[in-house]
Structures are given as structure tokens and as C-alpha cells.
């Protein structure tokens, strides 16, 4: 039931007799509303804190924590940072803290959320090369999404190309991930 604009009524009996038709026809009485208040109120200190706050909540102490699955009250914020569509964000991404900030990431086609792998010479690209020893480049079904390096193979070894990426101080691929504030 809708809210009565009151200022029309002229005040005195009108104005008491509206606010009574209202409240009887309310789903929620004033004492239902109290008692709603004193059960609801203690549970408001687990709710997750506004979006201005969010480190604070999800992040005290400023441990630096693994990467663990995105609770909901992050999906929209976490689409926003990312710049991808809610859905991906709710079945693929993950949260952590890194010195007291709140970062997510979301795994997509080539982005790899846990720990990077920054071995220069895995065995898997080892018997790439091997069997393919003039390769230009070794595939990432070969070396995995996790490696922070490309290579290709020169005589049957793999050599470490240039572009390689960042790893954060807590062993992640910095670019994969965001920091929500």
C-alpha cells in the first residue's frame, strides 16, 4: 500500500484519521516494525559494508590471502572493475587481499587467477621442443595458463621470450587482476 500525502488533509482529526487508515492497511504495524528492528539489527554487524568499504570488510588485518570464490555481494562491483558482464563474474571469479586492498579477477579464455608459474624451463615445454625443435612459439595447451613466460624452441630447447608478465609480490599475474575500493 502506498504512502498518503498527509499536507492535503488539513491537519487535526483528518491527519489522525489517515495515518490510522494507513497503518491498517500497512503490512508491517509500527510494533511489528519495532520487533522486526531488534531481531534484524544485531545481524547488520555480518552484513557485508557498503561499496565505499569494502576492503575494510573483506580484508581486515590486510593479511595478503589466497584467491578464494567471489561471494555475491561482490558480483556487481566486481563486473564494474573488471569491465565484463555479471554473469562471467558470478560462475568464474575470485577475491583477495593484498596489503589491506581487495582484488578480484575473473578467469577468461587466457587469464589464470591462481598462482603464476614462473619456471623458465618446465618439462612440459621441455618435451615440446623436443618433439617440435624449431617451433616459433609453444602453445599454452603446452606450457598451461598459469606460466608468466612465452617460448618458442630453438635446436629442441625452449628459450624464454621477452614479453613475459609481471608477478605481484604474492606470486600472481598482476595484470589478471583488479582492485575494488
Not at 28 to 54: I, Q, R
Not at 81 to 110: E, H, P, Q
Request: hydrophobic share 45%; proline share 7%.
Amino acid at each position: 500500500m502506498g504512502f498518503l500525502l498527509y499536507s492535503n488533509l488539513g491537519g487535526g482529526a483528518a491527519l489522525a484519521e489517515a495515518r490510522r487508515r494507513e497503518m491498517k492497511h500497512s503490512r508491517l504495524s509500527a510494533g511489528g516494525a519495532a520487533v522486526l528492528w531488534l531481531v534484524a539489527s544485531p545481524l547488520l554487524a555480518f552484513a557485508p559494508a557498503a561499496a565505499s568499504n569494502l576492503p575494510a570488510a573483506y580484508c581486515s588485518g590486510g593479511a595478503t590471502t589466497s584467491g578464494r570464490p567471489l561471494p555475491p555481494s561482490l558480483v556487481a562491483a566486481a563486473a564494474q572493475a573488471l569491465a565484463v558482464d555479471a554473469a562471467l563474474v558470478r560462475t568464474g571469479a575470485y577475491y583477495r587481499c593484498s596489503a589491506g586492498r581487495l582484488l578480484v579477477c575473473a578467469v577468461g579464455a587466457n587469464l589464470w587467477c591462481g598462482k603464476a608459474e614462473t619456471d623458465i624451463r618446465p618439462p612440459s615445454v621441455v618435451a615440446y621442443c623436443r618433439r617440435n625443435p624449431d617451433a616459433a612459439l609453444a602453445p599454452m595447451a603446452t606450457t598451461g595458463h598459469a606460466t608468466i613466460h612465452a617460448w618458442r624452441c630453438v635446436n629442441g630447447a625452449p628459450q624464454v621470450e621477452p614479453t613475459s608478465m609481471a608477478v605481484d609480490s604474492a606470486g600472481y599475474i598482476a595484470d589478471n587482476w583488479r582492485e575494488l575500493d
